[in-house]
């Protein structure tokens, strides 16, 4: 993109297109928040998403875990939530300290359709969203990538459904057994915003993206062949397109994380994403094996392991990265989850110095 300071590390972007690297690229899930002290003092006693609304506040936050660890992450992730696009479809969202995200207004009968957005215009409802991708981009000053975000669609009718957080589902899958018609109008509704969302965060400055289906578990694998897998394939194939259309030239990597999904890789090796973000439940040498060179892999160390003594961290890295083939070609190295807002800094500069030492031996 013109306008835009040059890019100095593109470690993450060539590890994304299949090329071979000096070492696996990293950046961690969640990596800008509530661990990092420095998050406090800058978020102050405002609320999550007037946090995220302010462009200067949320590229402060999107650059600090650059800065705290600096030489040691590859990648900035925007400081955002997957739940804007609710918002932009017109649904209340409110996050409440220790509780989490609430819908005062969650959709429970297809009559409640009605309150949906039919045409959402997203550069007007997101406008905050594209100001701080563009800042963060200008500031970072071509030390790293950015990367943009969305929530899945089924990950997001969840939401919409179930009116937060839940463990029984009970709500999302009376849509998908009972309103199954519905609930499959609502998913294309999601992905037609998802699309937009993403081409216009790339327009702003992302330079790479990542689509969280992070309640994939939560569906068998014959319902998520039916009420996930054809929407993400629908963004990955969309996406080029209409970026096409609004003037970006160049190839944009884009990563699918599906959580809990272990049954699905094969599908999501072949489902039109660059990278396929994997989770703490797959042993990785299975998914190499699966991927086939395919897709670049991203993970999957269970973010708990940042609890354990300095030599675990070393073990399990050195475990990970041989278990991914030494990481030289087609991985990027993540947790298989976001941090935890009681985890130590130090471990987490461990674990990042360790990855760049273990990950730089020769294979």
């Known amino acids: ?202 327009v702003a400055g992302a330079q790479m993206l990542q689509v969280f289906e992070s309640w994939g578990g939560e569906l068998g694998p014959d319902e998520f062949d039916e009420f996930s897998l054809p929407y993400l394939r629908q963004i990955s194939s969309k996406l080029p397109l209409r970026l096409k259309e609004l003037g970006v030239t160049e190839n944009i990597p884009i990563t699918v994380f599906a959580k809990g999904s272990w049954y699905a890789l094969e599908q999501l090796c072949d489902s039109g994403y660059d990278v396929v973000s994997l989770d703490w439940l797959f042993r990785p040498s299975d998914a190499v094996q699966i991927a086939n060179g395919r897709v670049a892999l991203q993970g999957n160390l269970d973010p708990g392991t940042m609890y354990g003594s300095k030599e675990t961290i070393s073990r399990k890295v050195e475990k990970m990265i041989k278990g991914f083939g030494g990481g030289k070609k087609n991985y990027i190295i993540n947790f298989g989850h976001g941090t935890h807002p009681f985890m130590d800094p130090e471990q987490i500069r461990w674990f990042l110095q360790e990855c760049h030492r273990i990950g730089s031996q020769k294979n």
């Open 1 to 202: 993109m013109s306008g835009f300071p040059e890019l100095k590390n593109d470690l993450i972007l060539r590890a994304a297109r299949g090329e071979k690297v000096e070492r696996p690229p990293i950046w961690i899930m969640r990596q800008a928040g509530r661990y990092l002290p420095e998050y406090h003092e800058v978020k102050g006693g405002r609320d999550f998403f007037e946090t995220c609304r302010d462009a200067e506040i949320a590229s402060e936050i999107t650059i600090q875990p650059i800065t705290h660890f600096d030489g040691l992450i590859d990648a900035a992730i925007i400081f955002s939530d997957i739940l804007v696009i609710p918002q932009a479809m017109g649904m209340e969202v409110k996050m409440v300290d220790k509780v989490g995200p609430q819908f005062p207004n969650p959709l429970r009968k297809p009559s409640d359709l009605e309150r949906l957005s039919k045409d959402v215009d997203v550069l007007k409802e997101l406008d905050w969203a594209f100001k701080a991708i563009s800042l963060t981009r200008k500031k970072l000053n071509g030390r790293v990538p950015l990367l943009g975000f969305c929530g899945a669609p089924w990950t997001l009718l969840v939401y919409m459904t179930e009116g937060g957080g839940t463990k029984m589902f009970r709500f999302a899958k009376e849509w998908i057994y009972k309103f199954t018609r519905e609930a499959h109008q609502v998913l294309q509704q999601i992905t037609d915003v998802a699309v937009e969302f993403l081409a216009q965060q790339v």
